[in-house]
C-alpha cells in the first residue's frame, strides 16, 4: 500500500514506522476500505508521513497545484511558473493551434518557437494532421510517454520538454 503525501511521489506504509494497531488500518486485507481514525490516529499518521524524507517533501503546492497536472490546463499553468528554469517569455497563448508562442534566450539573443501543451506527449498526435509541416513545434507535458514511432521519434527526439522530469531535476 502506498499513500500520496506531496504531487506524485507515493511513501511505502512500512516507512511509516507505525505501531500495529494502526498500521493495520492501512495494510492487510483490511486496506481496502477506508477505515475511521480519530484524531489522535491521524495526528499520528501526519506526524510520521511528514518524517519520512523525500524529493518532494513540504512540496504541497508549487506553482499553485497542489497535485500532479491531470488536464492541459493544469500543464500550462506549471510551465508558467517554471518558465523562468527554461529561459523563456510567453509571447502569446490561446485556445486554438498552437497553444502558444514563447521565446526562449541563447546568450543575448530571444529564438521564437511554437508549443504545443499536452498532459502526455502521446496527446500531440491528435494535432498531427492540423499543424503546419514547415512549423517547428515543441511539445510541453507532464509526462512524456514515448509515443513516438520512428518519423516522430526523430522529428521530436529533442523537442519534447517532460515538466515531471524538469521539476525532479530542479527540486
Known amino acids: 500500500m502506498q499513500w500520496e503525501t506531496t504531487f506524485w511521489h507515493p511513501v511505502h506504509i512500512s516507512l511509516l514506522k507505525l505501531r500495529p494497531p494502526l498500521y493495520n488500518k492501512f495494510h492487510g486485507r483490511s486496506s481496502q476500505t477506508i477505515k475511521n481514525l480519530t484524531e489522535d490516529e491521524w495526528n499520528k499518521f501526519s506526524d510520521q508521513l511528514n518524517k519520512v524524507s523525500t524529493p518532494f517533501r513540504n512540496l504541497g503546492m508549487w506553482g499553485g497545484l ?9 500543464v500550462i499553468i506549471l510551465f508558467s511558473h517554471m518558465l523562468q528554469h527554461f ?3 510567453i509571447i502569446k497563448s ?33 494535432h498531427l494532421n492540423d499543424c503546419k509541416k514547415e512549423v517547428d513545434y515543441v511539445i510541453v507535458c507532464w509526462e512524456d510517454d514515448k509515443w513516438r514511432d520512428g518519423r516522430q521519434k526523430r522529428l521530436y527526439k529533442d523537442k519534447i520538454i517532460e515538466l515531471k522530469k524538469e521539476l525532479e531535476n530542479i527540486l
Do not use: N
Open 87 to 89: 529561459h523563456m517569455r
Open 66 to 74: 497542489i497535485q500532479a497536472p491531470e488536464y492541459e490546463s493544469e
Open 94 to 126: 490561446g485556445t486554438l493551434c498552437p497553444d502558444a508562442i514563447v521565446e526562449q534566450k541563447k546568450g543575448k539573443k530571444w529564438k521564437k518557437k511554437i508549443v504545443e501543451f499536452e498532459l502526455r506527449s502521446s496527446g500531440f498526435q491528435s
